[in-house]
């Protein structure tokens, strides 16, 4: 009557409830139920109404009470779930899947990356977590199979949250580089969408070191802990650019995309500090494939047209190079309209309406 003893002593001593279960468990003496059927009875019945305990429920709602203090003693505890892992057909395989299922929303919850996953240093060598420490209790033959069940589907869950930084660091460990600048580039461009003046939307920032031992310059993590996308995309492309092993994997459309974007986000900072020329001087090296922010592009260079022509025309030149600067930039504001006006119905409203009105006050029209 195992199960009913742990079912018992669950009611009044929860902690030695635990530890006998782990104990029978590792005897092959406790039935197990299969979690995803169970929900959160801990004792139920087979349908011949043999007992059987719900381990792997028992065991992760036993670490809540300590787990976020005590990292590597809740891995233990999740690793010890696979101990039905053996158990033959789908009930030994739904152990091992809720091993695995509580090892990623660990490693979301507390966001101790270096600690439970490891790090990589720039010259591409590994550190070793506690997770990647205990592959073959987890029933987990390699890295590559780690890689794969762990890492990459913690990575997709922090990128569908929003958790740029995070997804970044994970894509990263997970050794899937195309994908950390697929995901810089899209934080890259809404960055560039943010209206002239706007608040640019900061990354939540990784959660830092609390040991010396994986405090390594250069490492994933130390080039991952910032909360700016420009900063994440020049960290992260610098390493990659200056490494053979990472390079190689990254398709250059994606590597061409990120230097674009970056020099998007220098040339809106110059046009906010109010350096209209060497704004227009960015902007006239971008090609119009970067559809998606080309009417801010518009924007920012008929604003820069129209500074720069004020500047430049109330100054201390005299009147005819005032009069032929005006002509000059009478001339781009003019060109900027009639292309925008050929990809009129491509813009936001907004966009043109605010297009036309600069333009008026240029002279373009």
Not at 196 to 205: C, D, E, I, S, V
Not at 277 to 282: E, N, V
């Amino acid at each position: 009557m195992f199960e009913q003893a742990v079912h018992y002593l669950g009611t009044f001593a929860p902690v030695t409830a635990v530890h006998f279960a782990i104990a029978l468990s590792y005897y092959g003496l406790l039935r197990v139920s299969d979690f995803y059927t169970s929900g959160e009875e801990i004792l139920s019945f087979t349908v011949k109404q043999y007992p059987q305990i719900n381990f792997g429920y028992l065991l992760t709602q036993y670490t809540r009470e300590f787990r976020t203090g005590f990292v590597e003693a809740a891995i233990d505890y999740f690793t010890l779930i696979c101990l039905n892992a053996d158990l033959p057909g789908a009930l030994g395989k739904s152990q091992a899947s809720v091993c695995h299922e509580a090892l990623r929303e660990f490693i979301l919850e507390t966001r101790d990356f270096a600690k439970l996953l490891g790090d990589i240093r720039a010259d591409g060598t590994r550190l070793k977590g506690v997770i990647e420490q205990r592959l073959d209790l987890i029933k987990l033959v390699d890295q590559e199979e780690f890689l794969q069940t762990i890492t990459i589907q913690a990575a997709a869950v922090a990128d569908d949250k929003g958790l740029i930084a995070d997804a970044v660091l994970l894509y990263h460990l997970a050794e899937n580089y195309d994908r950390v600048i697929d995901i810089i580039n899209r934080a890259l461009s809404d960055a560039v969408a943010v209206e002239l003046g706007g608040a640019l939307p900061k990354l939540q920032p990784l959660r830092p070191r609390d040991d010396q031992a994986s405090a390594v310059e250069g490492s994933s993590l130390s080039l991952t802990s910032v909360d700016d996308p420009g900063v994440l995309a020049k960290n992260m492309i610098s390493l990659y650019d200056s490494n053979e092993m990472y390079y190689g994997k990254v398709r250059p459309v994606n590597r061409e995309a990120c230097g674009l974007l970056l020099r998007m986000m220098e040339a809106k900072t110059q046009v906010e500090a109010g350096r209209w020329a060497p704004a227009l001087d960015s902007f006239s090296s971008l090609p119009a494939i970067i559809s998606r922010n080309i009417g801010h592009v518009i924007m920012w260079s008929i604003t820069c047209i129209g500074f720069e022509r004020q500047k430049r025309t109330s100054g201390m030149y005299d009147s005819d190079v005032r009069q032929g600067m005006a002509d000059a930039f009478l001339v781009m504001a003019k060109d900027l309209m009639v292309f925008s006006g050929m990809v009129k119905y491509k813009l936001p409203p907004r966009v043109y309406e605010t297009l036309a009105r600069a333009g008026a006050e240029i002279g373009a029209y």
